[in-house]
Structures are given as structure tokens and as C-alpha cells.
């Protein structure tokens, strides 16, 4: 759906309402009381009502949308905004163009978003071939007051980001052409270098059955025991290159993305723009339907933590 479409199919919150409501029904909706999914719907209270405990169940409850005071026509505007554009979109630009008051609602509501975009990436394991490695990306910290009458200055850290890519190499049996293309990416903020917190990092996001390819840092020594096989190389230019190719790319064109549009990112919010990064870029073949998928993300919060 390009923005001009966008424009004609939701004009109004109305518009909004009835599409949220028709996509949650096609989703099946759950009774958070019994886990009932039969109900009748409530005209004129906008609301379900459980056949089998008569528990209603609000348009926004169960979802990403729960709890909030904004529109539905300012969500799906900001779904808009985020899915429409390969970057991204500042809180700052977007709460121009809502013409909201506050900076806070916005942020949260971009928050929540990409909450439901990594959510919905935290289904899929990655298969087959995957490289693997890391990377730092530089965060800002709270400025810190050295005096009630002085202010402090803020500091930088560098974060480590577990970087993951699902490439498979793709053969043209007419040509005899050997061609690599990438499937699936992940990135994950990794609270140390430890080998702990990379083996759980490989059990929860690989298939036993992979191929792991990786440089031979010291913290990778275990991956072996996790999956099929754990193919090492020294680090070097060749291996950047060739071996860790997508791998590299990724953290390139993230940092790039990262530091032109949100400039100074606390380190505790790092994961949630890396949930943006990921989720557009494992769709980015989506085309128009980015925006229905998003719709959906967002909708289904309640098999995220009950399903």
C-alpha cells in the first residue's frame, strides 16, 4: 500500500476502528478470562461479549494498542510511517506530523511497535547456513550532574550486538552459476562477552540442524555442542569478505541507519531500534504488504504471552 492509497482507505478514526476490528476478527479473538474464542459483537458498545462466560473484550485489549489514550487513526498513521520507509522515522519528525503535544506519547507508541516487530521475529529460528559474529555499536548514557549547580556531561559506551544471517547458497542449474542470497537476520544486544550468553543465544535463535559459521573468538567454543556443525576461520579482511559477508553488511548499513535518523540512542533502548532494522529488512520483498503484516504484529500480543 503506497501512502496515497493510505490516505483513501483510512481517512477518519472510523475507518481505523472497523479495519482493526475486521483484521482481529480474522485473527480469531480470545477471551482473556476463560480462552473462549467464540463471541458476538456489541454494536453499540464496540466490544465482544464471550459465548461461553459472557466476558467482553474491548477493540484494544489484548494487543499492543492496550492502555493507550491515542487514536486509532494516530497508530495506523505511525504504522504508516515506520513500515512505508526503508529507514526509519525520529519520534520528533513523527510527532510533528501526528500534531501532538506531547514527545512522550509518541515515543511510546513507536516503542510499542517495534516491541510487537520483535516479538514477531522472536518466532522464527534461523536453518541451513548461518553466519555468525558481532559488532559494537556506540550508545549515549543519562547525562550525569556532578553538582545541583553544574551540569554533567553525557557519556558513550560501546554496546555488543550479536549479529546473525541465514544465507544459503543458490545454484542455477541451467547456467551452473553458484549465487549467495540472504534469507533471515537477527540481532541481539549481549549483555557480556561471556560464552554463556552466546550459547543461549544459539539455542534459543538457531536450528539444531544448522550450519554455524563464524570467526574464532573465544566465546564461540561451545556452538559446536548446539548445532550440526560450527565452521571457524581467523578473523581477516578475506573472511569479512567472503565468509561473514552479510553478516558485516548488516552491521554497516545499521549503524548507518541508526546514527542518521535517532543521532544518540541509550544503550537500554538499542534492542527495540534493532527490532525495527530486522523486521523491515527480513521483509523487505513485502512490497505493499508491509503495513498489513505490521497490523498484525501488533494484534497479536496476546499469543505472544499466552499463546
Not at 529507514?87 to 513523527?94: D, T
Not at 543465544?201 to 555442542?225: G, H, M, P, R, W
Amino acid at each position: 500500500m503506497r501512502i496515497i492509497e493510505f490516505i483513501k482507505k483510512f481517512p477518519n478514526e472510523k475507518s481505523c476502528r472497523l479495519d482493526f476490528k475486521m483484521m482481529r476478527e480474522e485473527e480469531g479473538v480470545i477471551c482473556k478470562k476463560c480462552k473462549g474464542k467464540h463471541h458476538y459483537w456489541l454494536a453499540k458498545k464496540w466490544q465482544w461479549q464471550c459465548s461461553k462466560c459472557e466476558f467482553r473484550t474491548t477493540l484494544r485489549s489484548g494487543t499492543f494498542m492496550e492502555n493507550s489514550n491515542l487514536s486509532f487513526h494516530k497508530w495506523y498513521i505511525a504504522m504508516c510511517m515506520m513500515s512505508f520507509t526503508k529507514k526509519g522515522i525520529s519520534a520528533v519528525e513523527l510527532q510533528r506530523q501526528l500534531g501532538q503535544k506531547r514527545y512522550e506519547s509518541t515515543w511510546r507508541m513507536m516503542h510499542k511497535i517495534r516491541e510487537a516487530m520483535g516479538k514477531r521475529d522472536e518466532r522464527y529460528t534461523l536453518k541451513g547456513m548461518v553466519e555468525f559474529d558481532e559488532g559494537y555499536f556506540e550508545t549515549a548514557t543519562p547525562k550525569l550532574q556532578s553538582s545541583p549547580l553544574k551540569r554533567g556531561r553525557g557519556s558513550r559506551k560501546q554496546q555488543n550486538v550479536a549479529v546473525m544471517a541465514e544465507s544459503t547458497p543458490l545454484e542455477d542449474i541451467d547456467k551452473g552459476t553458484v549465487s549467495n542470497q540472504c534469507r533471515y537476520f537477527k540481532m541481539k544486544v549481549l549483555p557480556t562477552h561471556d560464552a554463556q550468553d552466546v550459547n543461549e543465544l544459539v539455542q534459543e535463535n538457531f536450528d539444531k540442524q544448522c550450519i554455524v559459521f563464524s570467526d574464532k573468538s573465544t566465546s564461540y567454543v561451545d556452538i559446536a555442542k548446539y548445532v550440526e556443525t560450527h565452521i571457524t576461520e581467523k578473523s581477516s579482511n578475506e573472511t569479512t569478505n567472503t565468509t561473514l559477508k552479510w553478516v558485516h553488511i548488516t552491521i554497516s548499513n545499521a549503524k548507518r541507519t541508526l546514527l542518521g535518523i535517532y543521532h544518540k540512542i541509550q544503550g537500554k533502548y538499542l534492542q527495540s531500534y534493532l527490532n525495527e532494522f530486522c523486521y523491515k529488512l527480513n521483509r523487505r520483498y513485502f512490497g505493499n504488504q508491509l503495513f498489513e503484516r505490521l497490523k498484525i504484529a501488533l494484534i497479536n500480543n496476546y499469543w505472544y504471552n499466552y499463546g
